[in-house]
C-alpha cells in the first residue's frame, strides 16, 4: 500500500470545476468511487474494497474462517500482553498467559493458532502434580469481531490426518487425548470504552461455565452471537492440560472499519468550502467522516535525546522518514513522539452531515481525512462509495489576523463600541480582498472604517447589518498589502458570557472563489468575556417602545415593540409572552414556541385574541422562560390610548 505525502494534481479525473476563470475557481477533491479508488489514497483497517467496486464497507467474516488463525497467517497475531516485534501496531492480534513463563509465552501465537496438523501442541501446563485451576490464556483479536463459537482441543484423532496419527502411535495418542482441559469459564469483551477497571483494563463477562468437561473437542457455541475483542479461558480444574489449536468463529461483518488518507497536498495554501460524501446506512450503522489539517507534511514530533541529555526533534520532511529515523536509534536515545499541535489540528469532532462546511482554521495547503463504518449488528453495515472537499486557489492572503477589542468585563445586553482588526500577510500569489463578514449575536452598525490607519469616508464603502451578520464591503478599493490594515468600529451587544467574533474575507471581483477565515494568534483574540456581573443572568434587556402607543389606524403608533434579549442558554427551553389585563385575564398571546441565546422583538397592535381592539388603559406584558431547573420571568406595563 502506497505510504506518504500525496501532492495533488490539477487532473480532470480528480477535479470537478465549477464556472470560473482558470485563476479563480472552486475545485472538488474527491477520494473514492471507481476513477478515484479509495486503496490509492490511503490505508485500510478492517476494509473491504473488493465486495462492490469503488465502495468501502467493513470486512465480513464466515463461520469457515477461524479467525485467531487468519490474524496469524497475516503476521498479525503476537505473542505476550506487551510483545516486543517492532512489527506489532495497534489492531494486531495478541496471545498470552500471565501463568506461563516468557519463554513459553512467546511460543503461544505459534503453537495455538498455526493450525497445522502436526505433533506440536502447547503442553506447559501439562504439568503432573502442580494445580492448574485458575490457569487463564488471554486473547485480543486486535478489533470487535462477530463471534459465535470458541473452540479448543489437545492432540486428538478428530484433528489429525491418519498419517500424522500412525507416526504418534495409539499409545501416545491416547495421552494426548486425555490431557484436555476437565473445567473451564470463557469470559470475553467487545472492546468498548465501557466496563473497563481504574487501570482501562477490560472487565470480562461471563460466556459459559463448564466446571465439568467430559469433552475433549470443545465447541461452545452456548452464548448469543455478539461482537468480541478480548477473550479469557480460564481453567476450572487442577488437572494437567495441553492445548493444540484454538479457534475462533463468526459470521458478519466487524463492529468498526476505518479508511486513513494519507497527508494530501494540494500545492499552496487553500481556501475551504464544504466537504460531502455519498454513503448508505442500513439499520443499526452510521459513518462518521473526521478531518484535520496543517501547515507542513509532518503530524507528528519525534524526539532524540542528544549527546548532552537534551530532546532533540528530528528534522525530516515526513512523518514516515521520521519514524524510520526515530527506530534506528538506540533505545537510550529515543525520545517522545507526540502529536505536532502547533502546525496541525487535532482531528475533528464528526461531521454532522454531508454538505458542512470543511473545519479549518484557515487556509491551509495539507490535510487528512478519516472515515470510520460502524455498526452494532453483525448483519448490517455501512458503506461510503466517495468523500469530496471543496477548495479554491488562490488565496486572500497568506493569513488574516484578527483581534477585536474590548474583549473583557462587557455587560451582557449592553451596547458596546468595539473595534475589529484584520492584520494581513500577503504573499505574491494572493490577490487580497474588499469585504469582510462578521457573525454577530445581534445586528451590529459600523461607526467607522480604517485601512491602513486612513479613515474611509462613508461613500467609499458599503455596510449591511442583519441579525446575526455584519458585512462591510470597500468601493473601488482593495486590500492587497500588508499595510492595509482594516479596522472596523462597529456597535454590538453580546448574549453569552463568552462569544467569538468569527470573520470571514472576500474579493468581491472573484466571484468564485471561496471565503477567507480570519485566524488568531491567541485563542481570546476575537473573544469577548461577559462581565463577572453577568454570570447567571438569562432574561433580560426588556424594552417597550413607543409606550404608551395609539392603535387608532393614524399610522402613527399603532404598535408597541416588546424586545428581550435571553443570555447564556445551553440547547433551547419553552417561554411564552402573552399580555395580561389588571383583572389577570390573558388578552392576547405574542409568542409560545422553543428558544435559544438570541435577541428577540416582538409587535403588540392592541388587538385580543379575537381581533377586536382592546380598550384604553393599562396593560401588563409577560415572558416566561421554563429552564431544566428553573423559570425566568419578567413582567412589565404598556399602555394604551386613543
Known amino acids: 500500500m502506497r505510504k506518504g505525502i500525496l501532492f495533488f494534481l490539477c487532473t ?4 470537478t470545476f465549477t464556472s470560473g476563470d482558470v485563476l479563480g475557481q472552486v475545485k472538488t477533491f474527491v477520494i473514492g468511487n471507481e476513477e478515484n479508488p479509495w486503496r490509492q489514497w490511503g490505508s485500510f483497517d478492517l476494509v473491504d474494497d473488493q465486495s462492490r467496486p469503488g465502495w468501502i464497507q467493513p470486512i465480513k467474516t464466515s463461520r469457515d474462517v477461524n479467525i485467531l488463525h487468519d490474524l496469524y497467517t497475516q503476521g498479525r497475531l503476537f505473542a505476550l500482553e506487551e510483545p516486543t516485534e517492532s512489527e506489532y501496531k495497534p489492531g494486531d492480534g495478541r496471545i498470552w498467559s500471565p501463568n506461563a ?21 502447547f503442553n506447559y501446563f501439562n504439568r503432573p502434580g502442580k494445580s492448574n485451576y485458575g490457569v487463564s490464556i488471554y486473547i485480543d483479536l486486535g478489533a470487535p469481531y462477530p463471534v459465535d463459537e470458541i473452540s479448543f482441543y489437545p492432540l486428538c484423532r478428530e484433528k489429525l490426518p491418519l498419517k500424522v496419527q500412525q507416526e504418534m502411535g495409539s499409545e501416545s495418542l491416547a495421552r494426548h487425548e486425555d490431557c484436555y482441559m476437565k473445567g473451564y469459564e470463557l469470559w470475553a469483551h467487545d472492546g468498548g470504552p465501557g466496563n473497563r477497571d481504574e487501570w482501562g483494563r477490560p472487565e470480562y463477562h461471563l460466556l459459559d461455565n463448564v466446571p465439568t468437561n467430559t469433552e475433549r473437542v470443545v465447541v461452545n457455541q452456548n452464548f448469543p452471537p455478539q461482537h468480541i475483542r478480548y477473550i479469557k479461558l480460564r481453567c476450572l480444574s487442577q488437572m494437567p492440560f495441553e492445548i493444540d ?14 479508511f486513513t488518507s494519507d497527508i494530501i497536498d494540494l500545492g499552496d495554501i487553500a481556501n475551504f468550502g464544504r466537504i460531502s460524501w455519498t454513503a448508505e446506512e442500513e439499520p443499526g450503522s452510521q459513518v462518521r467522516i473526521y478531518t484535520r489539517n496543517g501547515r507542513d507534511k509532518t503530524t507528528k514530533i519525534y524526539y532524540m535525546i542528544n549527546d548532552i541529555g537534551e530532546l532533540e526533534p528530528l528534522a525530516e520532511d515526513t512523518d514516515e522518514k521520521n519514524r524510520r529515523k526515530w527506530a534506528r536509534l538506540p533505545d537510550e536515545a529515543k525520545g517522545p513522539v507526540v502529536d505536532d499541535t502547533e502546525n496541525w489540528t487535532m482531528w ?13 482554521l484557515g487556509p491551509r495547503q495539507f490535510f487528512q481525512i478519516k472515515v470510520v463504518m460502524e455498526s452494532e449488528m453483525a448483519v448490517t453495515r455501512a458503506l461510503v462509495d466517495s468523500v469530496c472537499v471543496e477548495y479554491s486557489q488562490p488565496t486572500m492572503a497568506r493569513s488574516l489576523w484578527g483581534e477585536i477589542e474590548p474583549r473583557t468585563n462587557v455587560d451582557l445586553g449592553q451596547k458596546y463600541l468595539f473595534r475589529y482588526k484584520v492584520t494581513p500577510v500577503i504573499g505574491q500569489n494572493d490577490i487580497g480582498f474588499d469585504s469582510i463578514q462578521i457573525r454577530t449575536p445581534i445586528e451590529a452598525s459600523v461607526e467607522t472604517v480604517k485601512v491602513g490607519g486612513q479613515v474611509i469616508p462613508s461613500e467609499q464603502y458599503t455596510a449591511s447589518g442583519e441579525k446575526n451578520l455584519l458585512t462591510v464591503r470597500l468601493l473601488n478599493r482593495k486590500i492587497v498589502t500588508d499595510q492595509d490594515v482594516l479596522e472596523l468600529d462597529f456597535n454590538c451587544a453580546i448574549l453569552a458570557f463568552g462569544t467569538v467574533f468569527e470573520g470571514m474575507a472576500f474579493a468581491s471581483w472573484k466571484e468564485h472563489l471561496l471565503g477567507q477565515r480570519v485566524e488568531v494568534r491567541r485563542m481570546e483574540d ?7 456581573e453577568s454570570l447567571g443572568r438569562v432574561l433580560g434587556g426588556v424594552e417597550t ?5 395609539t392603535p387608532n389606524g393614524d399610522g402613527k403608533n399603532d404598535t408597541v415593540l416588546l424586545s428581550f434579549r435571553l443570555f447564556q442558554m445551553i440547547g433551547t427551553a419553552p417561554i411564552r409572552v402573552e399580555i395580561y ?27 385580543d385574541e379575537h381581533g377586536k381592539l382592546v380598550s384604553p388603559g393599562i396593560y401588563l406584558y409577560r415572558i ?19
Do not use: C, H
Open 101 to 121: 513463563p516468557f519463554v513459553e509465552n512467546k511460543q503461544m501465537a505459534a503453537l495455538l493458532a498455526d493450525g497445522k496438523q502436526d505433533t506440536i501442541s
Open 245 to 258: 489449536q484454538i479457534e475462533v468463529r463468526g459470521e458478519g461483518y466487524l463492529r468498526q472499519a476505518t
Open 581 to 607: 389585563d389588571l383583572s389577570g385575564n390573558r388578552v392576547k398571546k405574542l409568542l409560545s414556541q422553543t428558544v435559544s441565546t438570541d435577541y428577540y422583538e416582538l409587535t403588540w397592535d392592541g388587538r
Open 545 to 549: 417602545l413607543p409606550n404608551p402607543f
Open 12 to 15: 480532470m479525473i480528480l477535479l
Open 348 to 360: 475533528s469532532s464528526p461531521y454532522d452531515s454531508s454538505g458542512q462546511p470543511f473545519i479549518a
Open 526 to 532: 476575537l473573544s469577548v468575556r461577559g462581565s463577572v
Open 624 to 642: 416566561l422562560l421554563e429552564g431544566d431547573a428553573e423559570k425566568f420571568v419578567k413582567t412589565g406595563t404598556v399602555a394604551v390610548v386613543y
